[in-house]
């Protein structure tokens, strides 16, 4: 351990500073020793300084309490530490694989479902996109989502939306996309809310007209405006 950190120790509050001798030395002793020990070891735990200064003053039971603490904080720490790892590990290997196992799970029932390869790809790059721009959100979002497509009138919605993309905007037999009947259980059909993708609307007339069709019905059945929706993006 080097004087600048004892020093630092000493400027904190964290270790008292002996007295010099005749000659200018300070004298450290056995016990100075230990609590140079307990001081580094907090230290490289990423204890910050103000928390192991507040220690000092702990009691036995307090003490040890804060280091079970510690050790939880730690093996989190070593739980994130190694999935990095492992991520890198794909990256390094070409096999990266972007999305958790039940999202890549639940485009494979999309398409079972019946939605096309164009909704599918769309689907997975709008959940890596999601899942690159909020970590701690995605997984509840993702949740939302696929218990709404779960329910087979509301994914019949969306099916239509998704049959519809190739329509013209005067094609005469368009149809608009059939609503869930609102005899449903409306308790869960309110708590429910969705991703309706919009950037090929901007292209197609005909699916931006379905776009909003959709959002509006979605909203009047389920009582919550879908995720993506010009209203929810306000919000």
Do not use: C
């Amino acid at each position: 351990m080097s004087i600048k950190t004892i020093r630092v120790y000493h400027d904190k509050g964290l270790l008292p500073e002996p007295d010099r001798d005749a000659s200018g030395y300070r004298w450290y002793g056995a016990n100075d020793a230990i609590d140079l020990i307990k001081i580094r070891m907090l230290a490289e735990a990423g204890v910050p300084l103000a928390r192991i200064r507040a220690l000092k003053s702990a009691t036995d039971d307090e003490f040890q309490q804060a280091l079970r603490e510690i050790d939880d904080e730690l093996t989190a720490r070593i739980r994130g530490l190694r999935a990095t790892q492992g991520r890198l590990r794909q990256l390094a290997a070409g096999h990266l694989a972007p999305l958790p196992t039940e999202v890549g799970a639940h485009l494979e029932d999309l398409a079972r479902w019946g939605f096309t390869s164009r909704w599918v790809d769309l689907q997975r790059d709008l959940w890596i996109l999601v899942f690159a721009t909020h970590p701690d959100r995605a997984i509840t979002l993702f949740h939302d989502q696929a218990e709404t497509l779960a329910d087979p009138a509301l994914r019949q919605l969306f099916l239509d939306y998704d049959h519809a993309h190739d329509l013209d905007a005067d094609d005469p037999t368009h149809r608009r996309p059939r609503t869930p009947d609102r005899r449903g259980d409306p308790g869960t059909l309110r708590t429910r809310r969705t991703v309706i993708p919009r950037a090929r609307s901007a292209r197609r007339p005909a699916p931006g007209r379905i776009s909003a069709t959709v959002a509006h019905r979605f909203r009047r059945v389920t009582g919550r405006p879908a995720l993506g929706s010009r209203r929810s993006a306000r919000g």
